[in-house]
């Protein structure tokens, strides 16, 4: 095992990967501990000639069927001989400082998990830690109505954490898979991520199962990353679909909870 750390980006005609790249070159240098590999999930030619323009600065693992987020990121991490990875989506970025700050917390203690806080980019919070999930919570995000969601206020907050402190790191159950650094013996000794979940509450199951195996989360406010992030199941139809196919599969998993 060796002393470097993997980033491992999972892709399929992912708009933002070009901005996400251009600053990794910019805070990262040509020269650093960290090594880029992208998993393009059967992306367009154009697309993928455009990723390889970047050359010595990622390693290019494609595949011609698109088998989701968890098998593209399990695919990277059973290739490579490091002790931490960074689960990064193609649409967040960051500062090298807070990338290294991030991996001393985990190399701190005994962790499975960091996640920082992610922040939209006008800089206010996106709230994606979760302490539990149950069907009403998730399908009331969904709500178009503001009137509906102000008088469920008070569930919202607490489904969405949105109390946890800002002056103290926090032990979680469930981080975003947008971005957590990661061990990866412990994320193999639980099996990665469950592939059954092509999209969608991959990283609340990766997250419960470390639990289940006894491992702890921490939650950072200290370090932020900013994440593109478009809302995808909320806009279009296909993407909705595949989320409640996910959530049922969830749910069947971990044990149907309604409210």
């Given at each position: 095992m060796n002393d470097r750390i993997t980033i491992s980006i999972v892709t399929h005609n992912s708009r933002h990967i070009f901005d996400v790249l251009d600053n990794l070159k910019l805070e990262l240098g040509l020269e650093s501990i960290y090594d880029i590999h992208i998993f393009d999930n059967a992306s367009e030619q154009e697309y993928i000639n455009q990723l390889e323009l970047y050359g010595s600065f990622i390693t290019m693992h494609k595949s011609e069927e698109n088998k989701g987020f968890g098998y593209?990121?399990?695919?990277i991490l059973k290739m490579v001989d490091t002790q931490y990875a960074v689960i990064f989506n193609p649409d967040v970025l960051l500062t090298k400082e807070a990338l290294d700050k991030l991996l001393q917390r985990i190399e701190a203690e005994p962790l499975a998990a960091v996640c920082p806080k992610v922040l939209n980019s006008d800089g206010t919070?996106?709230?994606l830690v979760r302490q539990k999930l149950?069907?009403?919570?998730?399908?009331?995000?969904f709500v178009p109505f503001q009137s509906v969601k102000k008088l469920f206020d008070k569930r919202l907050r607490y489904y969405e954490c949105r109390d946890l402190p800002d002056d103290q790191t926090s032990y979680i159950k469930m981080g975003s898979g947008c971005f957590m650094v990661i061990d990866i013996d412990k994320f193999k000794q639980i099996g990665g991520f469950d592939e059954r979940f092509f999209m969608y509450f991959e990283d609340n199951d990766l997250c419960l199962s470390f639990g289940k195996a006894g491992y702890k989360i921490l939650y950072t406010p200290f370090e932020t990353v900013t994440h593109l992030y478009e809302k995808g199941a909320h806009k279009?139809?296909?993407?909705?679909?595949?989320?409640?196919?996910?959530?049922?599969?969830?749910?069947?998993?971990?044990?149907?909870?309604?409210f």
């Open positions: 593209g990121h399990n695919q919070t996106q709230y149950d069907v009403f919570d998730y399908m009331l995000r279009n139809k296909k993407l909705f679909k595949i989320f409640m196919q996910s959530m049922i599969k969830f749910f069947n998993k971990w044990g149907w909870r309604f």
